[in-house]
């Protein structure tokens, strides 16, 4: 029977599901001990920040100005053209003790969506791939761009500061160029950053990453084999004003080379801004003296985002995620635009998975 | 004559006009019937209200809107969850920018449309919306006037909302098939009808001035008499002392007032009139209520039919009880009613409902009567607390002018005697009548039952509209109906005769009655 085999396979789901926390939980549980040990067991992983697992993030009203950029995007594919548009918004936000006083917006508080087509033959994974360089490329260029006018005290990128290894391209492949245009973007902006005393740092809402609990447990403290997320891990290891040690990004990027010696100034850190919520995964840049720019980064990005008791993202990032996004609509009214100027064609007609006779 | 201070349609035309919003595409338009928009920014400034009459370019020429509802969205006030989480140790505004998320968003009914072309063609009938994107301007006040029906000189009640625009009424479309106006107590009836009178009374003998009969249940509109630019076009009489002269009236006239009589009674009251009529023009003596009373009972016929006689007798000395019947008529109603004056029947002092509705009876029915041989001006008929005199489910005996009402709001056009009935249950209000008077002026009104009834009964009245009633201030009102194009917001502009008599407030009438009893116990002490 249908409904038989349904329920089997929903048991068998939740079954999965069910293993899987026991594993997560005693992986937390793991961390949690560890970060109860003397110091020494961690002194290779955190030395700088004092040996230990855990640091207290100290609450207090925050002061000074934080830049949040964060991009929008959306794609549509057509019979032969592929179209993407991208918008990039940075929102500087002035506190003052907490409050605050002053905001303002780059290049406009709206800005119009940049659109771009891709006419060569390219798969879907490539037009995917294309956008994914696509966009970061138009946020850093824009934060180097809103960081050059505004001199933050720190910039933070709504997503990691360092591009993902899934979307490198081939120098000789169709979408090589953009690539190096976007790495170039990249280190324009951790260059400026360093030069000028700007704190970078990137707060990576839904991180799969699991670098944290493997370096813990490949250190010498011999904890449960898991592979969960470490924000599932961290979720209940971390109190609320928590953060981890800061890890160096060098070895787990495989982007190194790309990036040039920049990759070995990428840290990250988890942080639990808000009691009922997930750690958010923070990267920042780090010229020298790792334990303090994290502790200065981590001041910011918690008492910006612990006003929430379920949803710990520093204020600037939600207003900068709110002003990127884009709208059906918007892709609507500019896709309609181009095909007026285009003229009738084959190429711009909906896909037919768009367009069934019967609803 | 229609205003000609309009400018000519076409975009040249808008050109200075303020523009207050854009035209945005939502689920439901734009459309023919509305469309919505997102208000402009303005620093310390509201574009536009509710209400508000505005206007938009498109291809046939220029569409005019009403705004039914502006609303404010911010995105950071959404979600009650994260109000109350972000609002917890904080003000919101002392986290993020809120007040750049704030949008104003109309919704604007569409009325009709302004054709490209000559000035004068005449507004049209949407049939195409407007597009997205498309401008939203001010209405110029030359135009609206044209647009909403309003005459040079005509009745300028007060101005039309948000506009600097005097509501100004062509005073047929007004006044001749009717007027009802519809409000709660203390919202403002008497204030308009004040405002009503005065402009009555100011009109010029070119303009076409009508004879104003006023029955004043309160008292309110004595004062028009008082010193000031009226006194010499008003004549106030106080009802108490009204008398019906027996000698005008016919047997059936008289039986009208009566309507328990019986057939038998009937035919004996008629009997006693005609020989009472018949002995005076013998004699050439006059006769009263009193007589009548004796005729009856000395009639040898009727003494026979003892129930028939008695019960006559017992209404008619009700009459009598009511002191309204005598043999001369006071005041004369011949030459009472005369072009650009009013004539106040003032009921304030009357304690007596039956009497009232006696009076009203045969003062309404008399001067129809008289209009209809042309033996009045054209006039226009005030009724206080209408409810009362013409209540949709009363017995006819307690509703004695319901039926005259009734006449002249089916009939009254034709000899131009006109009726405003104003009334503060329009419930109650008998729907014939209501239904005949073509214009409507409603004011605050709470009361579901009686919003029904003006939804029911007022022509073009939207559902908005009709919610707005219930937030009106005292002072404003909406106009719907043949008096105007398209329902109008109006604030009543200030009254220019004398202050009513009866305007103390409560505290100020408990003052008084303290004094005057003070004084009275001094007075008596000392003439003790």
Same mark, same amino acid.
């Given at each position: 029977m249908a409904v038989d085999s349904l329920s089997a396979a929903l048991l068998s789901a939740a079954e999965s599901i069910r293993n899987k926390e026991l594993e997560r939980a005693g992986a937390s549980a793991f961390l949690k001990k560890v970060a109860a040990r003397p110091a020494a067991s961690l002194s290779k992983l955190c030395a700088e920040e004092g040996a230990s697992l855990f640091l207290k993030v100290p609450e207090a009203g925050y002061s000074g100005r934080i830049l949040g950029v964060d991009g929008g995007l959306l794609k549509e594919q057509y019979h032969g053209v592929d179209l993407i548009l991208i918008r990039a918004v940075a929102v500087l936000f002035e506190y003052c003790d907490g409050k605050l006083s002053k905001h303002e917006y780059f290049p406009s508080e709206n800005p119009a969506p940049d659109p771009r087509t891709i006419?060569?033959?390219? #798969?879907e994974m490539e037009v995917l791939q294309a956008a994914n360089i696509l966009r970061p490329r138009k946020e850093f260029g824009t934060a180097l761009q809103a960081a050059r006018k505004f001199r933050p005290d720190i910039l933070v990128m709504h997503g990691s500061i360092v591009p993902h290894p @899934?979307?490198? @391209?081939?120098?000789?492949?169709?979408l090589g160029k953009d690539y190096s245009e976007m790495i170039f973007a990249y280190k324009g902006l951790y260059e400026f950053c360093l030069d000028n005393g700007i704190l970078l740092c990137g707060v990576i809402e839904d991180s799969r990453d699991n670098q944290f609990y493997r370096s813990v447990s490949a250190?010498?403290?011999?904890g449960p084999e898991s592979d969960c997320r470490d924000t599932a891990i961290l979720y209940d290891a971390l109190e609320k004003g928590e953060r981890t040690f800061s890890m160096s990004h060098e070895g787990a990027s495989q982007l190194s080379g790309d990036l040039g010696g920049f990759a070995s100034n990428v840290f990250s850190f988890y942080i639990k801004p808000a009691e009922f919520d997930r750690p958010v995964k923070v990267d920042f840049l780090s010229g020298n003296g790792v334990g303090a720019v994290a502790e200065r980064v981590a001041h910011a990005v918690h008492n910006t985002s612990r006003f929430n008791r379920s949803y710990g993202i520093p204020t600037v990032t939600i207003e900068a995620d709110s002003r990127a996004k884009l709208r059906e609509e918007d892709l609507e009214a500019i896709s309609q635009q181009i095909s007026d100027r285009a003229?009738? &064609?084959?190429?711009s007609l909906a896909l037919r998975r768009k367009n069934r006779p019967f609803a | 004559m229609a205003a000609s201070s309009a400018p000519p349609a076409g975009p040249a035309a808008t050109a200075a006009m303020e523009k207050i919003g854009t035209v945005i595409s939502t689920m439901? +338009?734009?459309s023919t019937d509305s469309f919505s928009f997102v208000i402009d920014r303005a620093e310390g400034a509201v574009p536009v209200r509710k209400d508000e009459f505005v206007s938009v370019e498109f291809e046939d020429g220029r569409v005019i809107a009403r705004v039914e509802a502006v609303r404010k969205t911010n995105r950071y006030f959404a979600r009650a969850e994260s109000v109350r989480e972000y609002g917890k140790? &904080?003000?919101i505004a002392s986290l993020f920018p809120i007040d750049s998320w704030e949008f104003l968003v109309a919704d604007a009914r569409v009325l009709g449309v302004f054709q490209?072309?000559?000035?004068?063609l005449p507004v049209a009938r949407p049939t195409f919306p407007v597009s997205p994107g498309s401008s939203v301007r001010k209405m110029e006040s030359g135009k609206l006037g044209r647009f909403l029906g309003?005459?040079? %000189?005509?009745?300028?009640?007060?101005?039309v909302e948000h506009h600097k625009l005097a509501c100004r009424l062509k005073a047929s479309r007004l006044f001749q098939k009717h007027l009802a106006i519809l409000a709660m107590?203390?919202? +403002?009836k008497s204030h308009l009808t004040r405002v009503l009178i005065e402009e009555l009374l100011d009109r010029k003998r070119e303009q076409g001035r009508l004879g104003i009969v006023v029955i004043d249940i309160h008292g309110? *509109? @004595?004062?028009?008499?008082?010193?000031?630019? *009226?006194k010499a076009r008003t004549a106030v009489f106080d009802c108490s002392e009204f008398q019906i @002269? =027996?000698?005008?009236?016919?047997g059936r006239e008289l039986a009208g007032f009566m309507p328990h009589l019986t057939a038998p009674q009937r035919r004996a009251l008629d009997a006693a009139v005609r020989g009472l009529k018949r002995e005076m023009r013998e004699k050439g003596n006059t006769y009263d209520i009193k007589d009548v009373i004796a005729s009856v009972e000395t009639d040898e016929d009727l003494a026979k039919k003892r129930p028939v006689r008695d019960g006559l007798i017992a209404q008619l000395e009700d009459l009598e009880f009511?002191?309204?019947?005598?043999? /001369? #008529? =006071?005041?004369?109603? !011949? %030459?009472?009613?005369?072009? %650009?004056t009013a004539t106040i029947f003032d009921l304030?002092?009357?304690?007596n409902p039956h009497a009232k509705q006696i009076l009203i009876s045969y003062l309404t029915r008399r001067l129809f009567d008289m209009r209809q041989r042309g033996a009045v001006c054209p006039y226009v008929e005030i009724v206080e607390e209408a409810h009362n005199f013409?209540? !949709?489910?009363?017995k006819s005996s307690n509703a004695l002018a319901r039926g005259i009402l009734e006449k002249i709001a089916r009939e009254g056009r034709k000899f131009c005697a006109s009726l405003v009935i104003i009334s503060q249950r329009p419930v109650n209000l008998n729907t014939t009548i209501l239904s005949q008077c073509n214009t409507h002026i409603i004011m605050?009104?709470?009361n579901p039952n009686d919003l029904d009834n003006i939804g029911k009964g007022?022509? %073009?009245?939207t559902a908005e509209t009709l919610r707005s009633i219930t937030t009106l201030r005292v002072g404003e009102a909406f106009i719907v109906g043949e008096a105007v194009n398209h329902p109008v917001p109006v604030r009543i502009r200030d009254r220019? #005769?004398? /202050?009513?008599?009866?305007?103390? &407030?409560l505290e100020e009438s408990a003052r008084e009655f303290e004094d005057a009893s003070g004084r009275r116990r001094e007075d008596a002490s000392e003439f003790v």
């Open positions: 006419t060569a033959s390219l #798969s @899934a979307n490198r @391209a081939d120098p000789k492949g169709p250190s010498g403290n011999v003229g009738p &064609t084959p190429l | 439901e +338009g734009p140790e &904080t003000e490209n072309g000559p000035a004068d309003f005459e040079d %000189g005509g009745i300028n009640i007060g101005e107590s203390g919202a +403002g309110e *509109y @004595a004062s028009f008499s008082d010193p000031g630019p *009226y @002269a =027996v000698p005008d009236l016919s009511t002191r309204l019947f005598s043999a /001369k #008529s =006071v005041p004369p109603l !011949q %030459g009472l009613v005369l072009p %650009g304030n002092r009357m304690t013409a209540p !949709q489910t009363e605050r009104v709470t007022s022509e %073009g009245i220019r #005769s004398p /202050k009513p008599r009866h305007s103390a &407030t």
